[in-house]
């Protein structure tokens, strides 16, 4: 979905080094999430936020920190890389109202992050 | 928590045949059960979703049935094509305000033409 934005598409880095993803939205959405796909074990929730001001921790956090900069901004950070975090990063968001389609998360184009 | 498993984790079919995902939730308070469809080198995106008040749900050649006792919802694709070729994604959560779904582990359905 082209309202989610994220950078880099592409990352390779080397074991120890800080990487930042970042994850841009134009819905106008409160709740912003990040997963981790790994092949055969589908998505897996890192960290959610429900606003700005709002930080929660999903079931695989250890590794990973996250900042929620603005309502259209949260980015993910792994401040010492190490090879098992490999994996396809996704940024989603979600709007809670009543009127809207309320439950429907709605997903960035991924970041393919590599550590050697 | 909520655990949701999906099977099969790879589906092959021909052109034209039909493709049935299932998956089974644990959550018994569980009541909105979306699908995703991940393309290649896309974000997963909803295709259909279907609430605990509803059994069934269709729209063109896409289906979700919902049996809340046996606690498990399955994905119909009728008249496969080859881009329906994707992964797919089932998951579970409880509505509202503390909505975060818990996902099946996806199932790589590849339709041969």
């Known amino acids: 979905d082209a309202d989610v934005t994220q950078t880099p598409r592409n990352r390779i880095t080397k074991t120890g080094k800080r990487i930042m993803l970042e994850c841009s939205q134009t819905k106008g959405h409160d709740r912003m999430y990040w997963y981790r796909q790994d092949p055969g074990l589908g998505l897996r929730l890192i960290y959610y936020?429900?606003?700005?001001?709002?930080?929660n921790k999903g079931e695989i956090s250890d590794g990973y920190s996250v900042s929620r900069q603005a309502q259209a901004k949260f980015s993910l950070s792994l401040e010492s890389a190490i090879p098992n975090q490999t994996a396809l990063y996704f940024c989603?968001?979600?709007?809670?109202?009543?009127?809207?389609?309320?439950?429907?998360?709605?997903f960035g184009p991924g970041t393919r992050l590599t550590v050697l | 928590g909520e655990n949701v498993e999906q099977h099969p984790s790879t589906l092959s079919v021909q052109e034209g045949d039909s493709a049935v995902i299932k998956c089974t939730y644990s959550?018994?308070?569980?009541?909105?059960f979306p699908w995703y469809k991940q393309e290649l080198g896309k974000g997963p995106q909803l295709i259909i979703d279907i609430r605990s008040n509803v059994g069934e749900k269709k729209d063109q050649r896409i289906a979700v049935t919902l049996n809340k006792t046996a606690k498990h919802f399955s994905l119909h694709i009728t008249e496969t094509q080859p881009e329906d070729s994707a992964v797919y994604f089932c998951a579970a959560s409880m509505g509202g305000g503390s909505y975060i779904p818990t996902f099946g582990r996806g199932t790589s359905l590849i339709v041969h033409p």
């Open positions: 936020s429900f606003d700005v001001k709002d930080i």
């Open positions: 959550d018994s308070a569980s009541n909105y």
């Open positions: 989603a968001t979600s709007d809670p109202r009543p009127q809207s389609s309320y439950n429907e998360q709605f």
